[in-house]
């Protein structure tokens, strides 16, 4: 698969996850010119995690997003579609409750967990209104949910730079330090085709979730969603 399409088939896209799990992350620093340690900071901040809670990690590959809600004492899991990732995880946080799951079907019960976040992988689920409605459904009343997910640069000189990044610069970096370039190739294209901040804040208020307000990181390269069920 090397070309986006928001309809995706959910095989095809755990495929491709598999195929790039053991250089994810490394690949994910290189291309984010190390802004992605930055954003899992803010993330850890939003989500706020406390000791005894309940946490979803959903999309959450290798399980480096769920380590700081685990060192904040919380108990953390790391749910993800793509088994490669989840073998490659494993490996390295054998002490972690791993679970494999598609976002649509999450396998919790009603009201399970304090948080449910997921970070740079609501993109790649092939109904991202039943994502959020499942979210919703997994989340005690007066839980919260946090997104974060590539976005829409604010600032329009900016934002026609970063589109010849993703388009122009992205995929020869990829082919240097990923092993299935083509899959940054799909990764590039489905965050153009993304909706913007406020048209996916509209979306967490129709899948039921109430004071949905969004930040912006790195001018807009990222936005951090929020809202309470």
């Known amino acids: 698969m090397t070309r986006a399409s928001l309809d995706k088939q959910p095989h095809e896209v755990a495929s491709m996850f598999d195929d790039v799990a053991e250089k994810y992350d490394l690949t994910n620093d290189v291309l984010s010119l190390g802004q992605a340690r930055l954003w899992r900071k803010e993330v850890a901040k939003a989500v706020d995690a406390r000791p005894a809670q309940k946490i979803l990690d959903l999309a959450a590959g290798t399980a480096t997003s769920s380590q700081p809600f685990a060192r904040a004492g919380a108990y953390v899991v790391p749910c993800d579609f793509s088994l490669g990732m989840l073998r490659v995880g494993k490996r390295r946080h054998p002490w972690m409750p791993f679970t494999a799951g598609d976002g649509t ?125």
């Open 105 to 229: 079907r999450l396998p919790f019960k009603d009201d399970t967990f304090d948080a449910v976040t997921i970070s740079f992988g609501l993109r790649n689920i092939q109904d991202t209104d039943q994502a959020l409605r499942e979210l919703y459904r997994v989340t005690k009343p007066g839980g919260r949910v946090v997104i974060c997910e590539f976005s829409h640069p604010t600032w329009a000189p900016f934002r026609t730079v970063y589109t010849e990044y993703l388009m122009r610069a992205l995929p020869p970096v990829a082919r240097a330090v990923s092993s299935n370039p083509d899959a940054y190739v799909y990764l590039a294209e489905s965050i153009r085709a993304w909706p913007t901040q406020p048209e996916l804040a509209a979306r967490l208020q129709g899948a039921g979730w109430q004071k949905v307000a969004w930040r912006d990181l790195t001018g807009g390269i990222v936005a951090l969603h929020r809202g309470i069920k």
